[in-house]
């Protein structure tokens, strides 16, 4: 008998895969593959966490209201454009179904991140990877792949899992150069580890038209990844349709807890940035002292390249690592076979990684 058939397109996605979490042997895994930051969740957003446990018979707020208010006082936008989601991934794979499909164009930069052409493709709409220049988003290139089928942009402000970023300016002319009727989506997930004076998440282009969004995450610098929360920041329409389109609950409740008391925890957040910017520049340059090529990231991870022979390369140095517990991630999947890309960790897990490749390139 005929089995049942997936629409065309559906078997042509390669799953994501994530970031290995176990390796060899009994001892202590130093998990860097993930981006997850080291210092873990507040304390605060952990209290929330169990004391929701108390009411998990009770649906969660369908909208996520308190939480919506919340982001909208912290960052000073309008909450009625702030639309929360189950992880930012939802977010995006909302946008490409509520505006691509079957013959339409999702246009991304070839090492953006993997959810942008799995987005496009469950959709039914078809992927453009446009090149970048030195690892970077490079807007003319982008505009050029523009058709009349374009209906969708994602980029990544900064970049997984290259570390870079493109500015304001940049960004803005991105916008300019695209057709009215496509959506420009600004994932700005890493964004409260930026410090750039040009830098910006996006927030100004979202209010100031109707075909900017720009998303985020409580993954990272908030620690909250298990609890998959993300947001996005819509004009009016786009929002709209965002609402209709979401699942009617579809931010657990433990997670709204979290996320609004994690919110709330400033010190903490300025503490986990803090260790980044001292960790971070220091990770790249004790790596790039050992003679690796390490590009700069403004993020809280690092890109680190390898020499392209056997036995040095970024697959032996994966093994090596991995054999002494440590965990970076292998980004072939994003066309970067030679480079291993590693999360910035505690103090200990810093200099263990300098160690271990200090005895790998000997």
């Known amino acids: 008998m005929p089995s049942p058939t997936p629409r065309p397109g559906i078997l042509d996605i390669a799953p994501y895969i994530p970031g290995k979490s176990k390796a060899a042997g009994g001892g202590r895994v130093i998990k860097l593959s993930s981006n997850e930051t080291p210092l873990g969740p507040s304390l605060k957003a952990i209290a929330a966490y169990r004391e929701a446990g108390d009411s998990l018979h009770r649906y969660p707020d369908g909208g996520s209201e308190v939480l919506t208010q919340a982001l909208g006082r912290h960052y000073g936008l309008d909450p009625r454009g702030i639309v929360c989601g189950n992880g930012s991934d939802e977010i995006l794979a909302l946008l490409a179904r509520a505006y691509a499909g079957p013959g339409d164009e999702v246009l991304y930069t070839e090492h953006g991140f993997l959810v942008y052409p799995i987005a496009a493709l469950s959709a039914g709409a078809t992927p453009v990877a446009a090149p970048e220049t030195d690892l970077t988003a490079d807007v003319d290139t982008l505009l050029a792949r523009v058709t009349e089928r374009t209906k969708l942009c994602f980029i990544a402000n900064p970049n997984n899992p290259t570390g870079t970023y493109i500015s304001a300016e940049a960004l803005q002319r991105l916008r300019d150069g695209l057709p009215d009727e496509a959506v420009l989506v600004v994932d700005s997930a890493y964004a409260e580890y930026v410090t750039r004076n040009d830098y910006t998440a996006g927030a100004e282009m979202v209010e100031a038209g109707d075909n900017v969004v720009m998303t985020r995450t409580f993954s990272k610098i908030f620690g909250l990844a298990a609890l998959r929360l993300g947001w ?117 897990e810093n200099r263990a990684v300098v160690a271990a490749l200090s005895e790998f390139a000997a």
């Open 232 to 348: 996005a920041y819509c004009p009016p329409a786009i929002a709209d349709v965002l609402h209709r389109t979401r699942g009617p609950f579809n931010v657990n409740a433990a997670a709204q807890a979290a996320g609004l008391a994690a919110l709330g925890d400033v010190a903490f957040t300025d503490a986990a940035r803090r260790h980044n910017d001292i960790w971070r520049p220091w990770l790249e340059e004790a790596i790039a002292r050992l003679g690796y090529r390490v590009r700069p990231s403004v993020a809280n991870f690092i890109l680190v390249e390898f020499p392209r022979e056997a036995g040095r390369d970024a697959d032996a140095a994966f093994a090596f690592l991995m054999e002494r517990g440590i965990i970076p991630r292998q980004i072939g999947g994003y066309g970067l076979p030679h480079c291993l890309r590693f999360t910035v960790g505690l103090e200990e």
